[in-house]
Nanobody, 124 residues
């Protein structure tokens, strides 16, 4: 069983920055696919970024602004979010799966483990 706990959400003004963290209960961070998803009210959950030993991917909407990274020693995944926009407002979720990112893409249903989510609110 893998447990994921997100932290770092909050409220910022447009143009600001936040860093989200996801602490994993087991050493899954460096082994397989980890990802960040977000869900705004009334919208479907969408993939923001994924990472594994083969590389990282980003949604077009966050490229150049967000950076996904991992600290294997701490079993922790991060999402550095810069130049935040009001449309980035959502609940952000950490997700993990034992398969490679290239096999499962950014489809939420393909990820087997989820955190509880952390709210990010960006005001204009």
């Amino acid at each position: 069983q893998v447990q994921l706990v997100e932290s770092g959400g909050g409220s910022v003004q447009a143009g600001g920055s936040l860093r989200l963290s996801c602490a994993a209960s087991r050493n899954i961070v460096r082994r397989n696919c980890m990802g960040w998803f977000r869900q705004a009210p009334g919208k479907e959950r969408e993939g923001v970024a994924t990472i594994d030993n083969y590389g990282s991917t980003y949604a077009d909407s966050v490229k150049g602004r967000f950076t996904i990274s991992q600290d294997n020693a701490k079993n922790t995944l991060y999402l550095q979010m810069n130049s935040l926009k009001p449309e980035d407002t959502a609940v952000y979720y950490c997700a993990a799966d034992w398969r490679r990112c290239s096999w499962i893409g950014t489809i939420a249903a393909n990820f087997g483990y989820w955190g509880q989510g952390t709210q990010v609110t960006v005001s204009s």
